[in-house]
């Protein structure tokens, strides 16, 4: 962070808070929602006029769906629209396997629900309405942060309007891995790295096609493909950096590829009509040394950003804002907290982080990698998947790693008297 750099002019318009969150996706909503439950001034920006994004998280673990019967909100929630995942089966070069089954967890909710993630935000969005200290901007992009001295005092955005300043005692950066207050604010990111990008695309699912095979693995070759009820959510893997290669031998030869690998999808794969209906997610590994600056924390992907392996980082990024809110609630009703009382949410988060991270290392190095090299060797299962395959008991093991995580987070923030 650069001290010296000139502070850009105020704007016309301001507009002062407890808290300002930066970022609408599911760690910023959740922490908005538990922080204006607690009585305490909170606004969340969020750049977009709307929620509605395409190809973002869509998995709600049981620790969310926890979370959200500790707040009294799960009945309301699955009522939404949503199919439910208990077990995680694959094919390894034409081998089943059962990787987990979340049957055997003992937890209230023991099933994946997948649910559009607009639906998720907007929810805790109306669900939230009920606390007049909410105040949630669609459209206003925070560009930069206001400086006090060596302290974060809030950001200037931009709405329909015109610019603003909102002034904050604190500032939560939840705007996602590529977040502008953390690189404003000069926060190093540690890389860790992946070898895969992912490419996603839907395919048309008809009312009598029902499959339970979540992930497929070729020689060369790896898809991930979920039931969404009215359609096919396909994740297919490619190797880090090969996306113009793919692209260059054509749409044609990649649905061939798609449409060996999983024949169920053979009648909706020409949803897919041009590259336009590909989405590129570029797969990254990444955290925060330090996760604070005076006036300011980052949080979900802001200080982390996960590997799609899991389908994790949702959940993590709603772990965060349960831990904030739990540690700084009551402590952010009388200002800004000290940087140390900030970095509590650090030290309490680290090692969930770290450890989640370290196991999707595990799962990229020893699976992804060696089902993505070149050539036409014939896939073998992994031995621990053999085992886990073979010993029904052992699927307890990674169905409670992607179902509840490492050390869940329970609500314990303040709730404020509503009138």
């Known amino acids: 962070m650069n001290a010296n750099a000139p502070e850009p002019p105020a704007a016309s318009r301001s507009l002062k808070a407890r808290c300002c969150i930066v970022g609408g996706g599911p760690a910023g909503m959740m922490l908005g929602y538990l922080l204006a ?36 909100l799960i009945d309301g ?4 629209p949503h199919q439910r995942l208990q077990t995680l089966d694959g094919m390894f070069g034409g081998t089943p396997v059962r990787i987990a089954d979340l049957r055997r967890l003992d937890t209230k909710y023991p099933f994946i ?19 007049p200290s909410l105040k949630v901007m669609m459209s206003t992009e925070a560009t930069d942060v206001i400086r006090r001295g060596e302290a974060i005092a809030g950001v200037r955005a931009t709405t329909p309007e015109g610019p603003i300043d909102i002034e904050a005692d604190l500032t939560i950066a939840c705007d996602g891995r590529h977040s502008m207050v953390r690189q404003r604010a ?21 009312t009598n096609e029902t ?3 979540f992930a497929r693995v070729e020689p060369g070759k790896m898809m991930i493909t979920f ?15 090969q996306y113009d290669a793919v692209k260059a031998r054509g749409l044609p030869a990649l649905l061939d590829d798609v449409v060996r690998m999983a024949p169920i999808l053979s009648s909706g794969i020409s949803d897919v009509k041009s590259w336009d209906d590909v989405k590129l997610l570029t797969v990254v590994i990444n955290r925060l040394s330090r996760w604070t600056r005076p ?13 799609p392996v899991g389908g994790v980082g949702v959940n993590l990024a709603v772990q965060d804002a349960v831990a904030t809110a739990n540690l700084l609630a009551d402590k952010i009703r009388n200002g800004c907290p000290s940087e140390a009382e900030l970095d509590a949410v650090r030290e309490r988060r680290a090692f969930p982080v770290k450890m989640t991270q370290a196991m999707q290392v ?3 190095n020893n699976i992804i990698s060696g089902a993505l090299r070149p050539g036409n060797q014939p896939v073998k299962v992994p031995l621990i998947v053999r085992l886990v395959t073979a010993l029904p008991w052992l699927q307890k093991i990674p169905a409670r790693f992607i179902a509840l995580g490492v050390r869940p987070e329970h609500v314990h923030s303040p709730v404020a008297r509503v009138a």
């Open 113 to 131: 629900a997948f649910m559009p993630q607009w639906d998720f935000l907007n929810f805790l969005r109306e669900s939230g309405r009920r606390f």
């Open 37 to 72: 439950r607690a009585g305490i001034d909170v606004v969340v920006l969020e750049k977009h006029a709307d929620f509605f994004r395409d190809f973002r998280g869509d998995t709600v673990h049981p620790s969310t769906l926890q979370v959200m019967d500790e707040l009294g």
């Open 211 to 213: 499959e339970n095979v």
């Open 295 to 307: 006036g300011l924390l980052c949080i979900g992907d802001a200080a982390h950003a996960m590997s």
């Open 77 to 80: 929630f699955l009522r939404l």
């Open 186 to 206: 000069g926060l190093a990111v540690e890389e860790i790295g992946a070898p895969m990008d992912v490419l996603w695309f839907r395919a048309a699912r008809r």
């Open 362 to 364: 595990v799962v990229q």
């Open 227 to 241: 039931d969404r009820g009215e359609y096919w959510q396909c994740a297919y893997v490619i190797a880090k950096g």
